[in-house]
């Protein structure tokens, strides 16, 4: 067989092009996921086809999305349930999605941006205490996220947790964790989406009255109905820095519908 026919590659070719090794192709024939167009001799050089290529650049595409050879061959025979499957995809991509989030507000300089937005329904475990400090809004957060977690695990499609408050008694905090959709318990609350206006504070937790007062403002500004309650949604903190500066909080005021 000639290497250079153009209807054909061979087995370095299609390595390079895809940036994987010849081990992992010679893997995916040992697993039965592919298998060479041509195979020459007894010292077995492998070309194929742009299908087969193809298919390659598919299977590496699944693995990076973290489903094994095994789910991947089952999905090529037709043999594997999509449901699940496509649930599991969904949860990478919205946990992507969270990541990348967060990386773009790190790098944004411009903070004090208000925006509106609609925030999407989720279902968390919620627990209200009066809270007068800091100090112990951040202590009850973590036992509260402790009691969640250990009852019905988390949701990592959603920020893990945020409190809110109504904004004639900001003492009296609910905590929410976020839990699958599916939990059940005395403190699962399932919260509707909403319309809001929101804001990303970066730095200490004692400074976000002031990110709430300009949320107020653009709301009056802009002939807004605010509805009487605000959330603070904790994007990066005391688990990721030392430093307070670079706390990164998303302020939220839910706004009356038009």
Do not use: W
Request: overall charge neutral; charged content about 30%.
């Amino acid at each position: 067989m000639n290497n250079n026919q153009k209807n054909l590659f061979s087995i370095g070719e299609i390595a390079k092009s895809i940036g994987i090794t010849r081990k992992i192709i010679l893997n995916y024939e040992t697993k039965g996921l592919i298998k060479p167009d041509v195979k020459e001799g007894s010292t077995g050089n492998r070309y194929y086809t742009i299908d087969t290529f193809t298919q390659i650049r598919t299977i590496r595409v699944f693995q990076n999305l973290g489903l094994s050879l095994d789910e991947i061959r089952e999905y090529f025979n037709g043999t594997t349930d999509l449901l699940p499957l496509i649930k599991r995809l969904e949860t990478v991509r919205d946990e992507l999605n969270l990541s990348i989030e967060k990386l773009y507000e790190r790098t944004n300089k411009n903070p004090n941006r208000i925006k509106e937005i609609t925030v999407d329904p989720q279902t968390v475990y919620c627990r209200t205490y009066h809270s007068p400090t800091i100090a112990e809004r951040t202590a009850v957060l973590r036992e509260t996220a402790l009691e969640a977690m250990r009852e019905y695990g988390t949701d990592t499609t959603r920020r893990m947790y945020f409190i809110e408050y109504p904004l004639d008694d900001t003492d009296e905090i609910s905590y929410a964790v976020a839990v699958s959709s599916e939990s059940k318990g005395q403190y699962i609350i399932n919260i509707p989406s909403f319309r809001a206006i929101s804001t990303f504070h970066h730095g200490a937790y004692e400074e976000i009255p002031a990110a709430r007062e300009r949320l107020i403002c653009y709301a009056e500004e802009n002939k807004l109905k605010i509805s009487g309650k605000c959330r603070h949604v904790y994007l990066e903190g005391p688990p990721q820095h030392k430093d307070k500066s670079k706390f990164i909080t998303q302020v939220i005021l839910p706004i009356e519908p038009k």
